[in-house]
């Protein structure tokens, strides 16, 4: 069973950071893409930034010099690093991968419980 674990989210005033992490563990043969989504409440779930195995990466409009997303191969990990966050930023941040769980497997997209950001003072 392949699982995605996020940690890091809470509460943070306006212009604070705050650091995600997402771990991957289980059986596991490759990665490809990883990346983090957001889901306001009442709101479809939305990409936030993606990064690919050799570090590629794309973010949404809002969150472009304000977040930075990295990844380790050797530890199957994905982080978010949030600076300069804002109200706005409040949702629940999911992070995903695109995992192959053994060689000539199908690739699949696998999901973390999600973690809650909220920005307030």
């Known amino acids: 069973q392949v699982q995605l674990v996020e940690s890091g989210g809470g509460l943070v005033q306006p212009g604070g950071s705050l650091r995600l992490s997402c771990a991957s563990s289980?059986?596991?043969?490759?990665?490809?893409?990883m990346g983090w989504y957001l889901q306001a409440a009442g709101k479809q779930r939305e990409l936030v930034a993606t990064?690919?195995?050799?570090?590629?990466?794309n973010y949404a409009d809002p969150v472009k010099s304000r977040f930075t997303i990295s990844r380790d191969n050797a530890k199957n990990t994905v982080d978010l690093q949030m600076n300069n966050l804002k109200p706005d930023d409040t949702a629940v941040y999911y992070c995903?991968?695109?995992?192959?769980?053994?060689?000539?497997?199908?690739?699949?997209?696998?999901w973390g419980q999600g973690t809650q950001v909220t920005v307030s003072s």
């Open positions: 990064i690919t195995k050799g570090a590629s990466t």
């Open positions: 995903n991968a695109d995992i192959r769980v053994y060689a000539g497997a199908a690739r699949r997209d696998y």
């Open positions: 289980g059986s596991i043969f490759s990665i490809r893409d």
